[in-house]
């Protein structure tokens, strides 16, 4: 049973940084590219970042240079260093598989800008 556990969301002053975690299980976790993807409020879901097996990295034009992607194979995990936070992040950051047995997304993390 593939399952992705966000954790590391929350409250964050502007200018502020988090970094969100997701803890992977029931698939090969190191030959699958993750990606982490938002939605706020009242808009479609946002590609944020991806990681390939070999570790390339992709990112949304409005994260690159604040965020950044990494993967933790021994750990089944995928991170997502959140730097420089502004407002507009604010959204509901969700950790995504894509596998040939299907698609699969993580509960979500709340993460919200604000002073």
């Known amino acids: 049973q593939v399952q992705l556990v966000e954790s590391g969301g929350g409250l964050v002053q502007p200018g502020g940084s988090l970094r969100l975690s997701c803890a992977a299980s029931?698939?090969?976790?190191?030959?699958?590219?993750m990606t982490w993807v938002r939605q706020a409020p009242g808009k479609q879901r946002e590609l944020v970042a991806t990681?390939?097996?070999?570790?390339?990295?992709n990112y949304a034009d409005s994260v690159k240079g604040r965020f950044t992607i990494s993967r933790d194979n021994a750990k089944n995990t995928v991170y997502l260093q959140m730097n420089t936070l502004k407002p507009e992040d604010t959204a509901v950051y969700y950790c995504?598989?894509?596998?040939?047995?299907?698609?699969?997304w993580g509960q979500g993390t709340q993460v919200t800008v604000s002073s």
């Open positions: 995504n598989a894509n596998l040939r047995r299907g698609t699969y």
């Open positions: 029931g698939f090969t976790f190191s030959s699958s590219a």
């Open positions: 990681i390939t097996t070999g570790g390339s990295t």
